[in-house]
């Protein structure tokens, strides 16, 4: 016999996580003092940070969920938490976090979103890195009756991580970095993302993917 998994966290630590208002409210706050989340408090982190309110203020208006993700979450049996590692200074998390909350909100009570910055808690960041590296958002769903893990997800979709590695390679200026990455998230109008979760949610029940 297997051993039973372990839960990812304790309960007392998903209630203490943010929700999406909250989690809004904060970047809000902090930017009114022109501030952002986390210990780097340079001007052009303020300012990404700033570009990145308005991006997720977009995508909250803008998105419409694909019909295929309204019958998943319709046929889903079992409740899940959301949680979602993610700072007010990551472009894609601005792209991404939004597209996350509008899913849960879709689901008529099967998810649960909660938010928890990433570099307050880096002993669970630590445990689902992307090739060695702490990117975000990275979203973690979990069973709502034992906190186990059920998927992970992120940090983006697939195009976009290719397209960052090879961005990367390149070593480009963040600027021209930056703007070609975000101008490939505006092309795709979020597609990609909702994409993949329809696939993670139709995985999280197999048996009713077949149906």
């Not at 300012?47 to 998105?63: C, E, F, G, S, W």
């Not at 959301?82 to 099967?110: F, R, Y």
């Not at 186990?148 to 997800?153: D, I, R, S």
């Amino acid at each position: 016999m297997s051993a039973p998994l372990s839960s990812v966290l304790t309960p007392e630590r998903l209630a203490s996580a943010y929700t999406y208002a909250s989690y809004r409210q904060l970047i809000d706050e902090l930017m009114a003092q022109n501030l952002t989340t986390g210990t780097n408090q340079t001007e052009q982190i303020l300012q990404y940070a700033r570009l990145n309110v308005q991006r997720m203020r977009r995508v909250d208006k803008t998105i419409v969920l694909l019909p295929e993700l309204h019958e998943a979450l319709a046929n889903l049996q079992n409740k899940y938490v959301w949680l979602t590692l993610t700072e007010g200074w990551c472009g894609d998390a601005a792209q991404i976090v939004p597209v996350i909350e509008a899913i849960v909100q879709a689901s008529n009570g099967k998810l649960e979103s909660r938010y928890l910055l990433r570099d307050e808690n880096l002993d669970l960041m630590d445990r689902y890195l992307t090739d060695g590296g702490r990117s975000i958002p990275k979203l973690i769903v979990l069973h709502a009756d034992m906190l186990t893990e059920a998927a992970t997800w992120g940090p983006r979709p697939a195009p976009a991580q290719a397209m960052f590695r090879e961005l990367k390679s390149q070593n480009l200026p963040f600027e021209e970095f930056a703007t070609q990455l975000h101008g490939w998230y505006a092309h795709d109008k979020t597609q990609s993302t909702q994409r993949e979760l329809l696939e993670l949610v139709r995985a999280l029940e197999p048996a009713l993917s077949v149906m």
